[in-house]
DNA sequence: AACTTACTTGAGACTCAATCTCAATTAAGT
DNA sequence: ACTTAATTGAGATTGAGTCTCAAGTAAGTT
């Protein structure tokens, strides 16, 4: 996988080792499409048989996000989850209250409105956070 | 003033006594148009001279959002903003990553498009949550 | 290959916002 | 005034995340 080089660029760049457990770490990252917190990182590590600890695992993380190769997800709930970004492409968030089901969505319109928004007070946007809550399908039945 | 007619009600509706504290504390968060934190607000009180504690604080601000006459406000560091809704008209949040300022916006555009993407994904929609962070006029120059 | 040096790791201490506990206090109905 | 259940507040606790520092290790040097 040329992934792999991009991550060892990145951690040489950085002035940084390339570790066995920041490779793994973001691996388990990669692994899937879920929106995962830290904990649940560090324990399926664990459970694995990998050797880390939380400290790694939250130092790993913040130089990946850092390097955008991981999107930190704040859903209010007072805990990151986090997302790989091997997809590429933008989207925000629209979560379920009752079930806590993620959908990504991507809306032009909304993300033009949001630069105008910012053209309008003077502001440089950097990034924004853009979150719709409400009951899915299923949830709005029971 | 007759918004204290209504906040009793609301106490009253949910079965909760109406105290000094709560008033006190409803009070404080209505004397500006600031976006402050919990702790402000205790020790605000407490400065004042008007004896409380963190756990009245919280547990207060807790009814007040649950019935909408106060909004809490997740910037992502950690700690909740809260703000009054005495003027009623909704608004998002445009937040300078320099200096803190917070600059409310509302653009119409956004709000129905949010409804419509609630509805292609077949959600209800309840809330959201809508930040640009960006760099303000003035911190651009410096 | 052995040596050196500085970066990295991990167990556990610590921080900080927020919540919980429970004895003392108090609102509000009788 | 009496009764009773809700409320308060000091301090303990929780939980996510950060920090500390001795031990471990990557990678350059001889």
């Known amino acids: 996988m040329e992934k792999i080089q991009e991550l060892q660029e990145i951690f040489l760049k950085e002035g940084l080792r390339y570790t066995k457990q920041r490779e793994t770490i973001w691996q388990e990252i990669n692994s899937s499409t879920e929106h995962r917190d830290a904990e649940d990182i560090y324990f399926t590590l664990k459970t694995r048989g990998v050797a880390t600890s939380r400290a790694t695992v939250y130092r790993t993380i913040e130089v990946l996000v850092r390097n955008n190769l991981v ?37 032009e319109n909304v993300e033009q409105q949001q630069e105008q928004v910012a053209r309008d007070h003077g502001f440089t946007l950097v990034r924004h956070i853009h979150q719709l809550f409400g009951v899915c399908e299923e949830c709005q039945k029971n």
Do not use: M, P, S
């Open 71 to 107: 999107r930190a997800l704040n859903i209010g709930d007072g805990r990151y989850r986090y997302e790989n970004k091997l997809d590429q492409t933008h989207h925000d968030h629209l979560v379920c209250t009752e079930c806590g089901k993620i959908i990504e969505f991507l809306n």
